[in-house]
C-alpha cells in the first residue's frame, strides 16, 4: 500500500516521480538522477560520495556547491524529504519507493499478484546517464542484482500458491521468475513439476528443451544433472509430485487491541460488582474476559450458557461449580462436610457428589428460600484464600433458576472479595438477567463495558499474528470482528462466499425473530448494507404497524441500527450477506424484482439500479432499457467506465441481431474515455452484427473503426476504408466518410489541398442536411489545413468559428471539438503573439476536459500550455507541462503526441543550452514522426534540429524539410527553412 508522503519514487521500468494526486512531477536532470540513488539506498550516503559519483572532475568546492545547488532543486519541488546533515543523505523514511516496498514484500500478499500481472522492467529503464560512467555502473550492478531479486519474489511467490493448492496462479508467477532469469535451473525445476502436476507434461518438455537451448547459445554447457534426471522422470511418467502442505491458520486467537478496556477492568474493586461486557457476537467479550481473568490470581467459577439449556433449571451454575470441584485443589470440598448439615444438604440438592445428609429430608415447604443461601456459604468457602470470579458466558441465555441465585446473590452479597463478570450480546438481554443487573445497578455495584469493533490498524496486526499472508480484502470484510476475521482467514475467503461457521452464527439471531422482522431484513438485505424503511416495506409487503415493531425487534437484538427515522444500516457487512444467502434463489430473485418496480416508479427513476436489479432477477428484457438510460446518462457525465458497464449489460440482453447499434455507441463511448483498441473492437462487433439489409449502421461503424485509427496514425488504413463511402447513397454516411478521409489527408500532410477539397464536400453534405454535431469537426479541420499553408490569422478565423459551432453543437457531440478548438485557438495566438488570449483558452480548454473525465485530450492542452511558456520564457512551466503531457500520451497510446512532445522536449533543453540533449531528443522525435508518416510535424523538427548540427547534416536536413514543405504547400514552413538557412 502507498504512503501519505507527498511523492511516490518507482524506480522500476521507466523511473517516475509521482504527487499523491497521482501527477508526474518533472526535476531537472541531476536532481532526478540525485533522488534515484537516494531512494535506492535504504541506508545514509555520504556528501562525499554523491559528490565523486555525480561530479568526478570538479574540485572539492564546485562539486560541494553543485550538491547543495541539487538538494536545493529537490526541496523546492517536493519538499523536505532528503534527511540530511554535514555528512550524509538519506530519503526520508515515509517516502514510497517501489524497491523498498518489494524488499520487505512476503508472498501471498496481494501486492505480488498485482505485480506478477504487470511485471516491472529493468531497473532505471532508458535513462539517460550521459558522462558518469560511475553512475552507468552502479545502474547496471543494480539492474542485474534486482533482475535476480524479482525471479526470487516470483518463486517464493509461486511456492506459496503450490501450499494453497492455486495451481493457476502459481503458474503465473514462475513464469515471470523465468522471464527474469531464465537460466535459472532451480526456477525451471519448480516449472516442470508444476507443470507435470497441472497434466500438462508437453509443456514441462518444453521448459526443459527452452533451458537446455539457452544454455547452450549462451554458456555453452548443458543443464545440471538432477535438472536432467527431472526431466526423464516427467518424460516416463515416473514422477511423483509432492502432496502441497495445507495453509495453517492458529487455532488459539491471540490478545489485541483492548488495551483501555483492560484497564478499566484492573481497575475495578472486588467487592460484588457485576460486570457485563457488552457486544455484538463475535466482537471478542469472551476473549477480553478470559484475558483479564487470566491476570486476576481469582478462583474462577466459569460457565457458559447456550440457547438450547435455557429450560434445564439450575443448569449453568450446577455445570460450572462442579467443573470446579473437580479440581485437586478442592478435593477436601468434596470429601469433608465443611458447612453446617443444613446448608450441606441444600447444596446437595445441586451437587449429589457432595457429603451431607439426604436432600430430601427437607421439607418440600423450604423450596429455594434456603439455596440461594447455601450456594453464598459454597463460595465464601471457595474464596477463603483467594478471591472469587464468577464467569457467564453468552448469559443472555442463563437459564431463569441460576439467574436468580445469581442475582440473590449480589443483592445480599458475600463476605469475600468476589466478582460477578456476565457477557451479553448487545440489545439481547434476557428478563432474569435484567433483574440482576438491576440489583446491582441500585447498589452502585454495576459496570458495563461495551466493545467496539477493532480498528484497522489492529485487524491488520491480528490477522498477521494468525497468518503470515492476509488479503486487504479480507481484512476489510471482517470489520474489526475478530471472530469473522478468523473464519475468513481460516477459510481464504475473499470472494463474496461467507463461511458457514459465521452463516451458522447469524442464523442462531435470525431463527428467532418474528415473521414479520424475517420478512424486512429479507428485503432489506437485497438493497445493500443501508436501506431505505419505505422501501423495503413496500418490498416486504408489510403494514406500518408491523413494520414499526419489526425495525424494534431487529434494533434490540442488534441485527440493525437505524441510522435516521429513514434509514437503517446492517451491523455488519457479513450479516446482510448471510441474510441472503439463507433466502432461496426464488426469493432474491422475487425481492429484486419488487425492488425494482419499487425503484421504477420514483421520479426521477434511478435506472442504473433497477438494471442491476432487473439483471439479477433474471429479467433482461426489463433491465435492458434501463442500462442503456443509465449508460447514455453516464456518458454523458463523462463517466466512461460506468457508461462501458451499462451499456454492455443492454448488450449481452439483447439479441444478437439487434445488437449493431448497441456496439457502435459503446465504440463511441470507448473513443472518448480513452480506449482505443477496446473501441475498435466494438466497431469491429457492429460491423459483424449489422443484421439490416442496407448495412447502414456497419457502415457508419466502419468510418468509427476508421477514426478510431487516427490517433494512431494510420492514415493509409483511414483513406482505405473511407475512401469507397464518401459515394454512399446515404449523404450522412458520404459527409462522415469524406470529412474522415479529408482529416487523414490533413494530419499527413500529402496534399493539402486535396485534403481541403475533401472537407469542403464534407461541409456542403453538412449544410445541406442541417445538421451540427459534425460541424465544428469539419471547421476545425479545416482551420488546420490554413495553419499547415501559413496563413495563421484565417487560421485562428476559422478556430473561432470552430469553437461557435462546438458551443451551439449538442454536448453530447460538441464536448470533444469544443475542448479541441480552445486547444489549437491557444496554439495558433500564441504564434501570433497574443499570450493572454491563448492561455484564456487553454485553461478553458483543460477546465472542460477534466471536469469531462477525458485524459487522453489533455495531452494536446499541456504541450500547448508548454508552447505558450516556452514563448515566454518559462522554461520550468513548459518543461513540467511537456512531461505532464508526456505520461498522458505514453499511457494511452499516442503515438504522434508521443513524438510531438519529445521534440517540445528538444526545445526546452535548447532553451537551456544544453545542445547535447536538444540533439538527442529532436533526433528521437524525428525518426518517430518519420516512421508515423506525419509529414508536417516531422517538416517542423527538421527546422528545429538543423541548427544544432555541422554544417553538412544541417543543410542536407533543410532540403529534405523544403521538399516535404513544398509537396504539402506549407507556406510557413518553407519560410522558417529559408529564415534557418541564411543564418548557418
Not at 475473499?494 to 414479520?516: K, W
Not at 431487529?554 to 439463507?582: W, Y
Not at 442541417?770 to 487560421?795: C, H, Y
Not at 538527442?920 to 508518416?933: I, R
Amino acid at each position: 500500500m502507498q504512503s501519505q508522503a507527498p511523492i511516490h519514487i518507482h524506480l522500476l521500468g521507466i523511473p517516475q516521480i509521482v504527487r499523491n494526486d497521482a501527477q508526474p512531477l518533472q526535476l531537472r536532470r541531476r536532481p532526478r538522477l540525485l533522488l534515484f540513488y537516494l531512494a535506492a539506498h535504504l541506508e545514509p550516503i555520504s556528501r562525499e560520495r554523491c559528490m565523486a559519483l555525480f561530479w568526478p572532475d570538479n574540485d572539492p568546492d564546485s562539486a560541494r556547491q553543485l550538491l547543495r545547488t541539487a538538494l536545493h532543486q529537490l526541496k523546492v519541488a517536493c519538499g523536505d524529504i532528503v534527511v540530511s546533515d554535514n555528512q550524509q543523505l538519506s530519503l526520508r523514511p515515509d517516502i514510497w519507493v517501489d524497491t523498498r516496498m518489494l524488499s520487505t514484500v512476503t508472498p501471498g500478499q496481494d501486492d505480488l499478484d498485482t505485480l506478477i500481472h504487470a511485471p516491472p522492467r529493468d531497473f532505471l529503464t532508458d535513462i539517460a546517464v550521459g558522462e558518469s560512467a560511475a553512475y552507468e555502473r552502479w545502474v547496471f550492478g543494480e539492474r542485474s542484482r534486482w533482475q535476480h531479486r524479482l525471479a526470487d519474489i516470483c518463486y517464493q511467490h509461486a511456492q506459496f500458491h503450490i501450499n494453497n493448492n492455486n495451481l493457476t496462479q502459481a503458474s503465473t508467477a514462475i513464469n515471470v521468475a523465468i522471464d527474469y532469469e531464465p537460466l535459472r535451473e532451480d526456477i525451471v525445476q519448480f516449472a516442470m513439476q508444476l507443470a507435470y502436476q497441472r497434466a500438462d507434461r508437453a509443456g514441462a518438455i518444453t521448459y526443459y528443451e527452452a533451458l537446455q537451448t539457452a544454455l547452450d547459445d549462451q554458456l555453452g554447457v548443458p543443464p545440471m544433472p538432477s535438472t536432467t534426471a527431472l526431466y526423464h522422470a516427467i518424460v516416463t511418467d515416473q514422477y511423483q509430485a509432492p502432496v502441497p502442505a495445507a495453509p495453517i491458520v492458529t487455532p488459539n486467537q491471540p490478545f489485541v487491541g483492548r488495551q483501555a478496556e483492560l484497564i478499566a477492568l484492573h481497575g475495578l474493586t472486588w467487592n460484588g460488582r457485576v460486570v457485563v461486557i457488552r457486544g455484538d457476537p463475535g466482537i471478542g467479550k469472551t476473549r477480553l474476559a478470559s484475558e483479564y481473568l487470566r491476570r486476576s490470581n481469582a478462583v474462577i467459577i466459569h460457565a457458559t450458557a447456550f440457547e438450547g439449556d435455557q429450560h434445564l433449571p439450575y443448569h449453568v451454575l450446577t455445570t460450572a461449580v462442579r467443573a470446579l470441584l473437580q479440581t485437586p485443589a478442592l478435593l477436601s470440598l468434596r470429601q469433608n462436610a465443611i458447612l453446617a448439615p443444613v446448608w450441606q444438604r441444600e447444596l446437595r440438592r445441586l451437587w449429589p457428589e457432595l457429603p451431607g445428609g439426604d436432600p430430601d429430608a427437607f421439607a418440600p415447604d423450604y423450596g429455594e428460600t434456603r439455596l440461594p443461601e447455601a450456594v453464598a456459604l459454597l463460595m465464601q468457602q471457595l474464596g477463603k484464600q483467594r478471591r472469587v470470579a464468577i464467569f457467564v458466558d453468552d448469559a443472555q441465555w442463563l437459564d431463569d433458576a441460576s439467574a436468580r441465585i445469581l442475582a440473590e446473590c449480589v443483592r445480599r452479597g458475600l463476605e469475600l472479595q468476589w466478582q460477578l463478570l456476565i457477557t451479553v450480546r448487545s440489545g439481547d438481554t434476557a428478563l432474569s438477567l435484567q433483574r440482576m443487573i438491576s440489583h446491582a445497578q441500585r447498589q452502585q455495584l454495576l459496570t458495563t463495558i461495551p466493545l467496539h469493533p477493532l480498528s484497522n490498524h489492529e485487524t491488520q496486526e491480528l490477522a498477521l499474528q494468525l497468518q503470515s499472508h492476509v488479503s486487504p480484502n479480507i481484512v476489510q470484510r471482517a470489520e474489526g470482528n475478530p471472530f469473522m476475521l478468523v473464519e475468513l482467514l481460516r477459510h481464504s475467503v475473499t470472494s463474496v462466499e461467507v463461511p458457514a461457521a459465521i452463516r451458522n452464527l447469524i442464523a442462531t439471531r435470525i431463527n428467532t425473530l418474528s415473521p414479520a422482522a424475517r420478512r424486512l431484513i429479507d428485503a432489506a438485505a437485497i438493497s445493500g448494507r443501508e436501506f431505505a424503511v419505505a422501501q423495503t416495506q413496500a418490498m416486504a409487503d408489510l403494514t406500518t404497524t408491523e413494520t414499526l415493531d419489526a425495525l424494534d425487534e431487529l434494533t434490540q437484538q442488534g441485527i440493525i441500527r437505524m441510522v435516521n427515522p429513514q434509514h437503517g444500516r446492517f451491523d455488519h457487512v457479513l450479516t446482510m450477506e448471510s441474510i441472503t444467502a439463507h433466502a432461496g434463489p426464488a426469493r432474491v430473485a422475487y425481492l429484486h424484482q419488487r425492488l425494482a418496480d419499487y425503484l421504477a416508479n420514483q421520479t426521477p427513476p434511478p435506472h442504473a439500479q433497477i438494471a442491476q436489479h432487473y439483471t439479477i432477477a433474471g429479467l433482461p428484457e426489463l433491465a435492458t432499457p434501463h442500462a442503456l438510460t443509465a449508460a447514455r446518462h453516464a456518458q454523458q457525465l463523462g463517466a466512461w467506465s460506468e457508461s462501458d458497464y451499462y451499456m454492455r449489460m443492454a448488450i449481452a440482453a439483447t439479441p444478437s441481431d439487434a445488437q449493431a447499434p448497441l456496439w457502435l455507441e459503446l465504440g463511441e463511448t470507448l473513443i472518448w474515455a480513452g480506449e482505443a483498441n477496446a473501441a475498435m473492437d466494438a466497431f469491429q462487433q457492429a460491423i459483424h452484427n449489422d443484421a439490416s439489409g442496407n448495412c447502414i449502421i456497419a457502415d457508419h461503424a466502419r468510418i468509427a473503426l476508421a477514426r478510431s485509427y487516427i490517433p494512431l496514425a494510420r492514415y493509409d488504413d483511414v483513406i482505405a476504408i473511407t475512401t469507397p463511402l464518401m459515394h454512399h447513397h446515404d449523404l450522412s454516411i458520404a459527409m462522415h466518410a469524406a470529412f474522415v478521409c479529408g482529416t487523414a489527408h490533413s494530419l499527413a500532410g500529402v496534399d493539402l489541398v486535396h485534403a481541403g477539397e475533401l472537407l469542403a464536400r464534407a461541409e456542403q453534405h453538412c449544410r445541406t442536411l442541417n445538421t451540427t454535431d459534425i460541424l465544428p469537426r469539419i471547421l476545425f479541420e479545416q482551420a488546420g489545413i490554413l495553419a499547415q499553408q501559413g496563413d495563421i490569422d484565417a487560421a485562428v478565423t476559422r478556430y473561432r468559428d470552430a469553437l461557435v459551432a462546438a458551443e451551439q453543437a449538442p454536448a453530447h457531440h460538441g464536448r470533444t471539438w469544443h475542448i479541441l478548438a480552445h486547444n489549437n485557438l491557444a496554439y495558433h495566438l500564441q504564434l501570433l503573439g497574443q499570450y493572454d488570449e491563448a492561455q484564456r483558452h487553454v485553461r478553458s480548454g483543460l477546465r472542460l476536459a477534466q471536469r469531462a473525465g477525458m485524459q487522453m485530450i489533455q495531452s494536446y492542452l499541456l504541450s500547448t500550455a508548454g508552447e505558450i511558456a516556452l514563448a515566454q520564457a518559462d522554461i520550468t512551466s513548459a518543461e513540467r507541462m511537456f512531461y505532464e503531457g508526456l505520461n498522458i500520451a505514453e499511457r494511452y497510446g499516442m503515438p504522434e503526441r508521443i513524438a510531438g512532445l519529445h521534440a517540445n522536449l528538444g526545445l526546452v533543453a535548447r532553451a537551456q543550452e544544453d545542445e547535447q540533449r536538444a540533439r538527442t531528443s529532436l533526433t528521437h522525435a524525428l525518426q518517430q514522426a518519420d516512421a508515423l508518416g506525419v509529414h508536417h510535424l516531422a517538416t517542423q523538427i527538421r527546422i528545429w534540429l538543423a541548427p544544432l548540427l555541422p554544417a553538412p547534416a544541417a543543410h542536407e536536413l533543410l532540403k529534405q524539410a523544403e521538399l516535404l514543405a513544398t509537396m504539402g504547400q506549407r507556406q510557413k514552413l518553407l519560410t522558417e527553412i529559408a529564415l534557418v538557412r541564411k543564418h548557418l
